[in-house]
């Protein structure tokens, strides 16, 4: 990623929760999608799991699409359940040209 610019979007702020403060735990998971690399600042990293498409079950109706547009499917492992989100709808095309436009200037 060296000499790149790369977008990072807070992941808690997008998810309609408070914006953190970066601190020594907080990590930039940089991601791949629809070929445009995004990074997403998010408290801590865990767990590293592969998912595959027959792992993942749909999302439940909640009575909210809010929650929904971000969440693809969830996926139950070792009881726990894991919201696979959306990249694309986490970070669209739109927003991310606006911000590279704007850290250009």
Known sequence: MR???LVVVDLAQRLGL???EPDKASVIVVVECDNRTVGLLVDAVCDIITVTDDMR???PETGSDIPKSFVEGLVMMDSRIIS???LPALVPEEA???ITEMAAE
């Open 3 to 5: 000499g790149n610019v």
């Open 18 to 20: 408070a914006a953190i």
């Open 57 to 59: 079950q749909n999302t």
């Open 84 to 86: 696979v989100l959306s």
């Open 96 to 98: 991310v040209q606006r």
